[in-house]
């Protein structure tokens, strides 16, 4: 009951999702999951329909995951809890159209992931700007305890932050290896599917897919359901958040 109340605002935000579209929908979103789940290329998508009798072209698939993975990140974003208050940050390196950007990402101590920000440079601007959306999107209790790498940035972020309220007065900053151990390992699973060869070819690409990755994540590390939290549970919510009925029995 209580999961249906939550699902009811996903659903109504769902109607005309797929308006347009030629192929049904519990088949886009299933393509869409697929790549965001395994380490699947667009044409392994491609040979994986055919085989089950539908012809679907690599390049459509392409355009579905532009299109779904940011609506799929938008519709588990409501289903995330408070987190504790304490919570580790740091960046990791994107390839985008042949350069390296950065990925700033957040989790709590128990491992659970607070937010992400896709940035072009490493600087003071862009922390600044990840810590405005990490703490002004709720839920988050006020974090009074940061983990960060050495760089210069932070100290000032924080206390910008601070002076903002959007943190309390005080806050304990911790410098260590030891503490970033969690988020370093956590860098790569949102990164395991993404492009080996070359990267993302465009910003806005990297953008959209990056969101659907961590959406997934989130759904994979649960959202303190009860029971066990089943990749079959894992769909059930995501067909829910699109209005379907499932998106697979797998």
């Given at each position: 009951m209580?999961?249906?109340?939550?699902?009811?605002?996903?659903k109504?935000q769902?109607?005309?999702?797929?308006?347009?579209?030629?192929f049904?929908?519990?088949?886009?979103?299933?393509?869409?999951?697929?790549?965001?789940?395994?380490?699947?290329?667009?044409?392994?998508?491609?040979?994986?329909?055919?085989?089950?009798?539908?012809?679907?072209?690599?390049?459509?698939?392409?355009?579905?995951?532009?299109?779904?993975?940011?609506?799929?990140?938008?519709?588990?974003?409501?289903?995330?809890?408070?987190?504790?208050?304490?919570?580790?940050?740091?960046?990791?390196?994107?390839?985008?159209?042949?350069k390296?950007?950065?990925?700033?990402?957040?989790?709590?101590?128990?491992?659970?992931?607070?937010?992400?920000?896709?940035?072009?440079?490493?600087?003071?601007?862009?922390?600044?700007?990840?810590?405005?959306?990490?703490?002004?999107?709720?839920?988050?209790?006020?974090?009074?305890?940061f983990?960060?790498?050495?760089a210069?940035?932070?100290?000032?972020?924080?206390s910008?932050?601070?002076?903002?309220?959007?943190?309390?007065?005080?806050?304990?900053?911790?410098?260590?290896?030891?503490f970033?151990?969690?988020?370093?390992?956590?860098?790569?699973?949102?990164?395991?599917?993404?492009?080996?060869?070359?990267?993302?070819?465009?910003?806005?690409?990297?953008?959209?897919?990056?969101a659907?990755?961590?959406?997934?994540?989130?759904?994979?590390?649960?959202?303190?359901?009860?029971?066990?939290?089943?990749?079959?549970?894992?769909?059930?919510?995501?067909?829910?958040?699109?209005?379907?009925?499932?998106?697979?029995?797998?």
């Open positions: 209580i999961l249906i109340a939550i699902v009811e605002k996903p109504r769902s109607k005309g999702d797929f308006k347009g579209r030629h049904e929908a519990w088949l886009i979103i299933q393509a869409v999951t697929w790549y965001l789940r395994y380490p699947l290329s667009y044409r392994d998508l491609e040979s994986m329909f055919l085989e089950r009798g539908f012809e679907v072209d690599h390049s459509t698939i392409n355009h579905w995951v532009l299109a779904y993975a940011p609506l799929i990140e938008k519709r588990l974003r409501l289903f995330r809890r408070p987190h504790c208050g304490s919570i580790r940050v740091d960046e990791t390196y994107v390839k985008i159209g042949g390296w950007r950065y990925l700033y990402r957040a989790i709590d101590k128990r491992g659970v992931p607070i937010d992400f920000l896709l940035a072009a440079k490493r600087d003071a601007a862009a922390a600044k700007q990840f810590f405005r959306k990490m703490l002004e999107d709720q839920p988050l209790l006020a974090p009074d305890k983990g960060t790498d050495g210069s940035v932070y100290p000032a972020t924080i910008d932050a601070v002076d903002a309220g959007l943190i309390p007065p005080n806050p304990l900053h911790r410098v260590s290896k030891h970033q151990q969690g988020i370093e390992s956590d860098h790569f699973r949102v990164k395991e599917n993404m492009p080996k060869v070359g990267g993302f070819q465009s910003f806005r690409t990297a953008r959209k897919t990056i659907g990755f961590e959406a997934m994540l989130w759904l994979k590390k649960g959202f303190d359901f009860a029971g066990e939290w089943t990749v079959r549970k894992q769909n059930k919510l995501l067909s829910c958040c699109f209005g379907l009925e499932m998106v697979s029995e797998g």
